[in-house]
């Protein structure tokens, strides 16, 4: 049997110095809903290659900080919030895409309350975004908002994570239009109805809307159990998920 030649992680490292000066980072998309639009959270890029262009909020990955702890971090240093619901989407990794070097970045995506979370400012720009108006951004941010809005677009009919964008209770009126705001489309009123009442995801409150423009809407909530379910079922696939 042929005994197998064994090099140290010193000898690795030496001779394949180049592979270990590549950067690691982090990038957020945080998805926020309000006057029936959904918006995404920018900060304008300080650099100076892509001056006055907007930006995903994001960061490298620190030397002693494991993968997933960065995105917690970038959200709780740039914006405040924390405790929020997050996902791993893809990783970008094409040469070019960043103009300070190799960097290779795994993207995120958030929901979030605009009612309870207001991102703090900084000395760039932190402002909301209605997405269907976004046209470019820095790097290649644009690439990284679409994919994260897809991968959203194909979970929200079959996992209770939309429920993130609103209050506590709602009318059917309101989930529909937070619905029509992700797809980017007019949904059939009946057949959406239907299908969210066979979901069996709500509790029927026994309220009704008040001081609206329409004829007010029984209010619902999401399952209490069944939200707790998925947000922990999320976190542990987050914490297990290697890249």
Known sequence: MTALHLKTAEIEKATHSDFFNIAVSVDCVIFGYAEKQ???????????????????????????????????????????????????????GSINRHPSGRVVTTAYYSLINLCNHQPKQMENEVH?????????????????????????????MEHPIVFNLLGEKFSLRQLQDLYEAILGVELDRRNFRKRITLKNWLVDLNEMEEDVPHRPGKLYKLRTQLKKEYQVAQKQNLEGTLV
């Open 38 to 92: 959904l918006k995404v959270l920018l900060i304008k890029s300080d650099l100076e290659e892509f001056k006055g262009m907007w930006s995903l909020l994001g960061d490298l990955v620190r030397i002693n900080e494991d993968l997933q702890e960065a995105p917690y971090r970038v959200l709780l240093d740039r914006t405040g919030l924390k405790d929020v619901y997050l996902e791993q989407v893809h990783t970008f």
């Open 128 to 156: 909301w975004h209605p997405v269907n108006e976004i046209q470019k951004l820095a790097f290649d941010h644009k690439l990284i908002l679409d994919t994260c809005l897809a991968q959203l677009r194909e979970k929200i």
